[in-house]
Every structure is written in C-alpha cells, then in structure tokens.
C-alpha cells in the first residue's frame, strides 16, 4: 500500500458532500453518460468533508486505509452497484458498506466519465505518461464514446514495451501482430505510430482499433480470444494491467477536487497484480 498526498496543505475546511459531488458530476459530465453503475455519491457518510482519500477500487483495505487516514470521504473509479450484482447489502458488499457507514465516511464512484474525461480522465492520463498524443474517439460515431486513438513518435515494438515498463512499473503482455512462419523479422521491424488505447477491461475494442487502422491497441486486461483477434487482424496488443492503467484519472481528479476546495486529498495505492 502506497500513500500518495496529492493536496494542497491541510487546512480546516469543511464542504457538504453535495457540493462535492455536484462539482465532480459537472466536472465530468456525469449525467451524459450511459453507465452500468451508478456514478456520483454512492454511499452518503451522512458528515461534512475534511479529507478525503482516493484508490482505484473502494475495497476494504481502501476503507481501512481512509479509517487510519480520518478521511470523511472515498473517491475511487470502482464502486458498487454493478449492472447484474446482487441487489443486497449483504455479504463482502455488506461489510464494506457497514464499515463505511459506522465511520461516517462518504462513497463517491465515477466510472466511465473518469475514463473518458479529455484533462483528468484515465485515458487522457495514460496517453501522457507513454507519450502518446491523443487524436480522436475509438468510436467516432458515439456522442460519449470511451477509448481513443494516438498517435506518437514512430518506435518499434521493444521500445514501446520498455516505456510501458517504465511508466506503470511492471513489464506488459504483448502479443505479436501476426502469426505467419515469416513473420518474426517482420514484426521486429515494425514500427508503431498509431495506438488505440483505452485503460482497464477494454480488450475486446482491440477490433475497433484494428477497424481504425491502428497499428497496436494498450488496454488493461487480457482474454483467451484477444491473442487470436490480435494476431488475425494483424495489430499488436499490450495488455498492461487493468490496475495499473486505471491509477491515474482518480488521482488527477483528486488534484482538481483539492484545488477547487483547499481540503486535504490522499491517494492510496492498495496493490493488485491484475
Ligand atoms: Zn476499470
């Protein structure tokens, strides 16, 4: 678990979780998009807000670890209320629940708005830390639509897996364009110039990528199939973490929330390999 303290200095300013929520709401555009969770306030701690603690996923060794820190609010990327979980609050999500409400302590969830969002979002911050210039939408035609397309100095295979590495800390999968005998000396000498991307659980866009021409899609996590649709469609694929990619948009979030509001905001880094 890391800690990261992304706020201006702490001082002893007191917001309403509405005003809070209504910021980022606008902010984000949340109402524009069509979610399968809700976003906004999801859990009402029922107490103004002092600090506040941000993470990827409101998990309870995130809830513990805003408990420790005395945070009166959690802003994260992954909530609750999933399309298709199960409606009660009982069980793992029961216990989350209880542990955030007996502490007082707020929930505020956005999903795809933080994806998507052109400053803050977990795209736009991906794109920067690999140097990628953000050109257009994967879907052209959608009018919220999530994922991009980049472009960047032109750059082999190997130099782009070493400057993944070297940004999220840990090595991508990289599964090679094409699957032909001959093809080894042709897929070193590639080089890639435009990227799909879009963080997370985004792996089945690589055929929108391949569709737009691109010469590698980035996302986050890995399927059986993905190996397949990249070598068929003959576009290189980097899985590089649905962690690991989605860290970003929260925390730039934090920094707007924090500047906005001169209230003191963490982020903490609860690990996940996945
Ligand atoms: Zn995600």
Same mark, same amino acid.
């Given at each position: 678990?890391?800690?990261?303290?992304?706020?201006?200095?702490?001082?002893?300013?007191?917001?309403? #979780?509405?005003?809070?929520?209504?910021?980022?709401?606008?902010?984000?555009?949340?109402?524009?998009? =069509?979610?399968?969770?809700?976003?906004?306030?999801?859990?009402?701690?029922?107490?103004?807000?002092?600090?506040?603690?941000?993470?990827?996923?409101?998990?309870?060794?995130?809830?513990?670890?805003?408990?420790?820190?005395?945070?009166?609010?959690?802003?994260?990327?992954?909530?609750?209320?999933? =399309? &298709?979980?199960?409606?009660?609050?009982?069980?793992? =999500?029961?216990?989350? !629940?209880? =542990?955030?409400?007996?502490?007082?302590?707020?929930?505020?969830?956005?999903?795809?708005?933080?994806?998507?969002?052109?400053? #803050?979002?977990?795209?736009?911050?991906?794109?920067?830390?690999?140097?990628?210039? %953000?050109?257009?939408?994967?879907? $052209?035609?959608?009018?919220?639509? #999530?994922?991009?397309?980049?472009?960047?100095? $032109?750059?082999?295979?190997?130099?782009?897996i070493?400057?993944i590495t070297?940004?999220?800390?840990r090595t991508p999968l990289h599964i090679a364009?094409?699957?032909?005998?001959?093809?080894?000396? /042709?897929?070193?000498?590639?080089? @890639?110039?435009?990227?799909? @991307?879009?963080? &997370?659980?985004?792996q089945?866009?690589?055929?929108?990528?391949?569709?737009?021409?691109?010469?590698?899609?980035i996302s986050g996590e890995i399927s059986?199939?993905t190996t397949? @649709?990249a070598?068929?469609?003959?576009?290189d694929y980097f899985a590089c973490g649905?962690?690991a990619?989605?860290? &970003? &948009? !929260?925390?730039?979030?934090? /920094?707007?929330?924090?500047?906005?509001?001169?209230?003191?905001?963490?982020? %903490?880094?609860?690990?996940?390999?996945?």
């Amino acid at each position: 678990m890391t800690a990261i303290d992304i706020s201006t200095e702490s001082t002893n300013t007191t917001i309403t #979780v509405e005003a809070l929520t209504q910021f980022c709401d606008d902010y984000l555009s949340a109402n524009a998009f =069509k979610d399968y969770v809700p976003n906004g306030l999801q859990v009402d701690g029922g107490r103004p807000i002092q600090r506040i603690v941000t993470g990827v996923t409101a998990c309870e060794a995130l809830i513990d670890a805003a408990i420790a820190d005395n945070a009166d609010a959690i802003m994260v990327h992954h909530g609750y209320f999933w =399309k &298709g979980e199960p409606a009660t609050i009982t069980g793992m =999500k029961g216990r989350r !629940i209880r =542990k955030l409400m007996q502490h007082g302590i707020s929930m505020i969830g956005y999903h795809l708005p933080l994806d998507a969002h052109p400053v #803050v979002g977990n795209n736009a911050m991906l794109a920067e830390m690999l140097d990628l210039t %953000i050109t257009g939408p994967l879907y $052209p035609t959608e009018s919220h639509p #999530v994922g991009n397309i980049a472009t960047c100095v $032109p750059q082999s295979v190997d130099d782009l897996i070493a400057k993944i590495t070297q940004a999220l800390g840990r090595t991508p999968l990289h599964i090679a364009a094409e699957y032909h005998e001959n093809s080894s000396s /042709k897929t070193s000498n590639r080089l @890639i110039e435009r990227i799909g @991307i879009c963080t &997370g659980g985004a792996q089945d866009m690589i055929e929108q990528a391949a569709l737009m021409g691109c010469d590698a899609f980035i996302s986050g996590e890995i399927s059986e199939r993905t190996t397949h @649709i990249a070598r068929e469609l003959g576009i290189d694929y980097f899985a590089c973490g649905h962690h690991a990619t989605e860290r &970003g &948009g !929260i925390q730039a979030l934090g /920094k707007i929330v924090s500047q906005e509001f001169g209230v003191p905001v963490t982020f %903490i880094d609860i690990d996940n390999p996945a």
